[in-house]
């Protein structure tokens, strides 16, 4: 399939005059009272005088019980809930007993394209793989989650974490296995999510 | 002689400590938040002093601090004479201005007459014009000594742009003038006692052309070609930094509540309450005594004046940030082919209506 049918099989049968970039129109002719200017300032000025004495009213603070019409979260008191496809800093998926669910595949390794993923894989008493070690470099890390999108054991994903990757020294960023484990409740959200996007079955 | 010293060295250090002191420093805080209101954002509100934030009023003292504490720079090949020169140029005249808007009306304290205007002088309106004209040498000499393309197209653009609109905001004026007869400030201001006599009714259309040639003259949005920061990253006041620029900011700033004081004076009664003589006034507080009764009117008058003109500042900023930029022959055509002939028509129906 050529780019062009697969575009045409994408749009479907779409009129070919609605696919056309909006044309800019540069012969609009304005009427007398628009032209005159001074009314539509003063329509203008209706405008957003009305929006400053709307929001003059929870201007302190919102009146109790009122949510506030200024929709800015005042960000270290207030947190924005954020949505489930963010892509945070990635975590590993820790299982109820606190081992990891990878396996050190090393299909993030891969496909990883800032190269800030380095596994050492291990085998335990029982021939079942874990990583010994696996340090994510996030001053590399892009956040493109491909290592989530790749990842066949769901042992990665792009967690809501974005705080605390603000430092002065380069060590710090240097995530261990250790701090890359998270209870597998707490982004059980996302790895539904995960599954639903990339349509992964369940393994 | 000492009486009359004192009065006017009190009067002009009220009048400079209100706009040095609250005005210039204030509109920096009320530009912020009101454009923030405006578009449904918070505003400023970061700066604290021991976790007290008082809705971001602490800026204005943040900014102090700031530009205090900067380099002041001076660019490589700036002519550096006029570029120290041009920030005065333009500072001064916004405060200067000021003396002759009277900010109250006359009034009789223990056997000595008070007026409140600082220079009571019977050509106050050409003294206005005449230093509002030495602003424009400011931002022209500030753009060319700068040493920079930007601030050169700056001061270009101003200079035109500002003698422009000082030609139909002379000829608008001259309506007023033919209505009052006087071109002395404190004369139109107590004509307008009488609220049927106030200038919005008497000049409605020059009230419009005065208001629109005056931000022209203030080179601010819409009319802020000169500074154009889409277009010439600051204009004329590119290359200036520390005190310097804070001296164009202010001068800028100034000229807003100046330009409310006109306007309030003679257009929306000066001092004066609608439907409330002086005399009225007066016997309200009769209980005071006769002095007591003048200064509870004074203060009555003087809150009067800078609540319009607080009132006009608001209207400019919401002005300010609600039109968008003309362009640069949108300007000028807006100047010369629909101001000036309108002005001339507000001259020639006044002149009618005054003799028939």
Redesign the interface.
């Known amino acids: 399939m050529t780019e062009h049918q697969a575009f045409k099989a994408w749009v479907g049968d779409l009129p070919a005059d609605k696919l056309k970039p909006k044309k800019v129109r540069k012969d609009i002719n304005l009427t007398l009272w628009e032209r005159l200017y001074?009314f539509e300032?003063l329509r203008?000025?209706a405008?957003?005088?009305r929006?400053?004495f709307g929001?003059?009213a929870g201007?302190?603070r919102p009146p109790k019980g009122r949510k506030r019409?200024?929709?800015?979260v005042?960000y270290p008191e207030e947190r924005a809930t954020l949505p489930v496809a963010y892509r945070g800093r990635p975590a590993l998926v820790a299982n109820p007993d606190g081992s990891e669910r990878c396996v050190a595949c090393g299909l993030c390794e891969k496909i990883c394209p800032a190269f800030a993923i380095a596994i050492v894989g291990d085998e335990r008493e029982d021939g079942s793989r874990y990583p010994a070690s696996y340090t994510l470099d996030l001053s590399r890390c892009v956040y493109c989650g491909y290592c989530e999108e790749v990842c066949p054991k769901e042992a990665i994903v792009m967690s809501d974490e974005y705080e605390g990757l603000c430092t002065t020294r380069r060590d710090d960023l240097l995530y261990t296995k250790e701090r890359l484990l998270k209870p597998a409740a707490r982004l059980a959200q996302r790895i539904d999510y995960v599954r639903r996007i990339y349509a992964k079955c369940n393994y | 002689m000492i009486a009359d010293l004192t009065e006017t060295i009190v009067k002009i250090l009220f009048i400079f400590s209100i706009n040095v002191g609250f005005y210039a420093p204030i509109l920096g805080w009320v530009e912020r938040?009101?454009s923030a209101?405006?578009?449904?954002?918070?505003g400023a509100n970061r700066a604290s002093i021991f976790n007290f934030r008082i809705?971001g009023l602490f800026h204005p003292i943040a900014d102090a601090v700031k530009v205090l504490t900067k380099e002041d720079f001076i660019p490589d090949g700036a002519d550096k004479f006029f570029h120290t020169l041009a920030p005065f140029l333009s500072l001064t005249p916004a405060i200067v201005t000021f003396a002759v808007i009277p900010f109250g009306g006359s009034y009789e304290l223990w056997g000595h007459p008070v007026q409140l205007v600082i220079a009571d002088l019977d050509v106050g309106m050409l003294f206005i014009f005449a230093f509002a004209s030495i602003s424009t040498y400011g931002v022209v000499l500030g753009g060319w000594s700068s040493n920079n393309n930007w601030s050169l197209l700056g001061g270009l653009r101003a200079s035109a742009q500002m003698l422009s609109y000082e030609v139909a905001m002379g000829l608008t004026l001259i309506g007023v003038f033919m209505v009052y007869g006087s071109l002395r400030l404190t004369e139109i201001g107590a004509i307008q006692e009488n609220f049927f006599r106030w200038g919005i009714f008497m000049q409605p259309l020059g009230f419009?052309l005065f208001l629109t040639c005056a931000i022209a003259e203030n080179k601010r949005a819409p009319f802020d070609q000169p500074e154009a920061e889409s277009e010439l990253v600051a204009g004329y006041f590119t290359e200036y930094s520390s005190m310097k620029f804070v001296m164009f900011w202010m001068g800028e700033f100034l000229e807003i509540v100046t330009i409310s004081g006109i306007v309030t004076t003679l257009f929306f009664g000066a001092w004066h309450l609608p439907f409330v003589s002086d005399r009225m006034l007066l016997s309200l507080f009769a209980g005071a005594g006769p002095n007591g009764a003048a200064v509870l009117a004074m203060l009555v008058n003087v809150a009067v004046f800078f609540g319009k003109v607080s009132f006009f500042i608001w209207l400019m900023m919401?002005?300010r940030?609600?039109?968008p930029r003309f362009r640069y022959d949108q300007v000028m055509r807006l100047g010369w082919k629909m101001l000036l002939p309108l002005a001339l028509l507000n001259i020639f129906i006044t002149g009618i209506v005054l003799l028939v």
């Open positions: 001074i300032v203008g000025l405008i957003t005088s929006h400053f929001n003059l201007f302190v019409k200024i929709p800015t005042y | 938040k009101q209101l405006m578009q449904d954002r918070v809705i419009v919401t002005i940030w609600t039109l």
